[in-house]
């Protein structure tokens, strides 16, 4: 217990360091006109795809060695159980909000609140505590990059209505040709395809160097971005909107209960014709809720400042939630672990 209470403290200590440096600057206006769009370009359209790259392209010899012994028709029904409970829960969660929040007369914040409820900071930190809690086994982290790439399909379609209100600003042509969901097909087809993954071939193997090293700036200037922000703010506008707080418990309580259920409801389903799913393949079930336990997602406020949303409201809930986050973030996991050691 104390051990991810000190892992959790230790990241979120590491994301508000992330901070520093965008609220510095802008303090001490050396931040120039511009530079938030830039960085939040940036981010959406070239660190977040390289972060998929790297998942599904980028691994430790012994990962890759194990990775292409693998049943690739097993994997694959895999994946699709994790991305069908993945899919269901934010759905879900979506569907809750849009209850909570009908008779809402500010549409333009309550939209942000269902955009935290339902988008969490699945990769920077949900990747972690799989890692912790499997070893490092390579297919459970994987799991949670399955989660991810709904996650991006959903941000880029669901989440841009949220934070413009208009269903036009989307299409089915704009959402293919996102660079965030290209590299999610391109990964996909990589990583069932070894044989065209030049990354971990003989004599190339320096070509990581490129996902890895933009894969890397994702969490750094996601949170520079809050950190611009955040200079602009005062206590007040930060601490004090009591919508930010039922967003939280939305996302931070609501979120990953109703995925363990839904979750659950499928394990008991799958189970009698593929019986206790244990070691790796328990994450097939609980990739999905670890993941949306986290904190909220960190594109929030760089979708807001990409596509002109309510950027003070997505700064503050998004900065007040993921400090309760340090606490809810370990309770939920140690009851889902409980939990699902009752059920198998």
Not at 169 to 181: E, R, T
Not at 263 to 280: E, K
Request: proline share 3%; glycine share 6%.
């Amino acid at each position: 217990m104390v051990q991810i209470f000190l892992k959790v403290f230790l990241i979120m200590l590491i994301l508000f360091a992330f901070m520093l440096p965008g609220l510095i600057l802008k303090k001490l206006k050396m931040s120039g006109e511009g530079v938030t769009l830039f960085l939040s370009n940036l981010l959406l359209y070239i660190c977040q795809p390289a972060l998929s790259i790297k998942a599904f392209c980028v691994f430790s010899d012994d990962a890759w060695k194990m990775i292409c012994e693998l049943d690739k028709l097993t994997i694959l029904a895999n994946f699709g159980l994790v991305a069908g409970i993945s899919l269901l829960a934010m759905l879900a969660v979506a569907l809750i909000c849009k209850l909570i929040f009908i008779k809402s007369k500010n549409k333009s914040v309550t939209n942000i609140y269902s955009y935290i409820a339902i988008f969490s900071n699945c990769g920077f930190l949900g990747v972690p505590f799989v890692d912790m809690f499997t070893n490092g086994d390579p297919l459970a982290v994987m799991y949670v990059m399955v989660f991810n790439v709904v996650f991006s399909f959903l941000c880029w379609t669901l989440g841009v209505v949220l934070i413009t209100g208009d269903f036009k600003k989307i299409s089915f042509k704009k959402v293919i040709l996102n660079p965030a969901i290209l590299a999610n097909i391109i990964g996909l087809i990589v990583f069932f395809v070894p044989q065209i993954n030049i990354f971990m071939m003989d004599g190339l193997k320096e070509l990581q160097i490129l996902p890895l090293y933009l894969a890397y700036m994702t969490a750094p200037v996601s949170m520079i971005i809050v950190g611009i922000r955040v200079a602009d703010m005062n206590l007040k506008q930060l601490f004090c909107k009591k919508g930010a707080y039922l967003a939280g418990v939305l996302r931070l309580i609501v979120a990953p209960v109703v995925t363990f259920g839904i979750a659950a409801l499928i394990y008991l389903l799958v189970s009698s014709t593929r019986g206790s799913l244990l070691g790796s393949d328990a994450y097939i079930i609980l990739a999905p809720v670890i993941a949306m336990a986290m904190s909220p997602a960190a594109s929030i406020v760089a979708m807001a400042e990409r596509f002109d949303g309510d950027k003070e409201t997505a700064t503050s809930t998004f900065l007040n939630n993921t400090l309760i986050s340090i606490v809810t973030i370990p309770l939920i996991i140690m009851a889902t672990m409980a939990l699902w050691g009752v059920i198998v």
